[in-house]
């Protein structure tokens, strides 16, 4: 039982809680047994430490969690912390269902609803979804804050807009939700252009005007673009959304002129673009590059 508990603390950061240990076969007494020999060191009631107190920042954070109960989650500036979106110290906080008590050493935060969707998991602590986390950081930050969280999240390619109106659906009464909603307005016309909607789009356009069709996310060397046409030497790719970082926008230009020493064009488009004068152009463009 012992070298089970070891093995769970090892994937804990060294944390584990009393209902994990009573899932491992140890009673009440064997587990006072071994705070007693100082084997098991309690944190929070009913959360241990196995074996020592060299207790690193997400020992301290899963010990608030699992205090908290199973259904606990790391939220707010921690969890912010966890996604890597928050810099810096931040304090340990903790959200819970209602009826879950203030304990020392952290903020805990009660919510009358955790969908099964605002769960998940950060270098093995139980946290909130990237979603729930911008929504729960406008409560807690200033309006410019929340707007750099959200870029970086964007940077991050974490951003997921659909999803943070799912979660502010769900939760219509928080304090941060018209913060967040102006903050949001920059970003509902310029989301991520995926590949399956661009696909989508790219096919409908070329069987709507008479185009060749591309062959698709394939790989020139060790440059994968979105759309090829190979016998005229023309590529298509799709940027998305506008707040591209600087690295990604010189990136892409040299990996531009890269495909482009090798004879191969590269046209550039956005969701914004018309497909009728897309599709003219890429025609007119088609016709003038000579067959491989």
Not at 55 to 83: F, N
Request: proline share 4%; charged share 25%; hydrophobic share 40%.
């Amino acid at each position: 039982m012992d070298a089970v508990v070891q093995e769970l603390a090892g994937r804990q950061h060294g944390v584990v809680a009393q209902w994990q240990l009573a899932a491992a076969g140890l009673s009440r007494q064997a587990i006072l047994r071994r705070v007693e020999a100082g084997w098991l060191v309690r944190l929070h009631l009913g959360v241990y430490a196995v074996g020592h107190t060299a207790l690193t920042r997400h020992s301290r954070l899963i010990a608030a969690v699992y205090a908290c109960g199973p259904e606990a989650l790391a939220s707010h500036r921690a969890a912010g912390w966890l996604w890597g979106i928050l810099r810096g110290s931040q304090p340990i906080e903790v959200t819970a269902p209602r009826g879950r008590k203030p304990k020392a050493g952290f903020v805990l935060h009660r919510s009358r609803l955790i969908h099964a969707e605002d769960r998940a998991t950060r270098e093995g602590i139980p946290t909130t979804s990237l979603a729930r986390t911008l929504v729960d950081l406008a409560d807690v930050l200033p309006e410019k804050r929340v707007g750099d969280v959200v870029h970086e999240a964007e940077i991050q390619r974490l951003f997921d807009l659909k999803k943070v109106e799912r979660v502010l659906t769900r939760l219509p009464g928080r304090k941060g939700r018209h913060k967040l909603m102006r903050v949001l307005t920059a970003y509902r016309d310029v989301q991520p252009f995926t590949r399956s909607r661009a696909e989508r789009r790219v096919f409908q356009m070329c069987r709507e005007h008479g185009l060749p069709t591309p062959q698709v996310n394939t790989w020139l060397g060790n440059e994968e673009v979105d759309f090829h046409w190979p016998q005229q030497g023309l590529v298509l790719e799709f940027d998305g959304g506008a707040h591209r970082t600087t690295r990604a926008f010189y990136a892409d230009r040299e990996r531009d002129r890269s495909l482009a020493a090798r004879g191969i064009h590269v046209v550039r488009a956005t969701d914004r673009d018309d497909p009728a004068t897309l599709a003219e152009q890429l025609r007119a463009i088609l016709s003038v590059r000579t067959p491989r």
